[in-house]
Nanobody, 114 residues
Framework: QAQLVESGGGLVQSGGSLRLSCEASGLTFSSYAMGWFRQAPGKERELVAG???????NYADFVKGRFTISRDNAKNTVYLQMNSLKPEDTAVYYCNGYLAAWSWGQGTQVTVSS
């Protein structure tokens, strides 16, 4: 069973940047497409960005041009570089396989102040 540990969240001012990391274990990481998801209070969890095993990427419209997903297969880690953060980006951020088929980790809180 995959285990996922997210880190890198925090409190940042509007326009600031953060880099999230997610280390995966219990799986052959390089064989899976990965995704970053987020859940804001009172809202459904939503896909933010995905990265295929080939390295191709896709993004939700609300983060295009601001966020970048990447992966390091040697470290079993997927990253999310978040720039030009907005208050509406405030949420708990999670990683998972792209199909979100594994148990969720604890997530990492991102809070953007205006």
């Amino acid at each position: 069973q995959a285990q996922l540990v997210e880190s890198g969240g925090g409190l940042v001012q509007s326009g600031g940047s953060l880099r999230l990391s997610c280390e995966a274990s219990g799986l052959t990481f390089s064989s899976y497409a990965m995704g970053w998801f987020r859940q804001a209070p009172g809202k459904e969890r939503e896909l933010v960005a995905g990265i295929a095993i080939t390295g191709s990427r896709n993004y939700a419209d609300f983060v295009k041009g601001r966020f970048t997903i990447s992966r390091d297969n040697a470290k079993n880690t997927v990253y999310l570089q978040m720039n030009s953060l907005k208050p509406e980006d405030t949420a708990v951020y999670y990683c998972n396989g792209y199909l979100a088929a594994w148990s969720w980790g604890q997530g990492t809180q991102v809070t953007v102040s205006s």
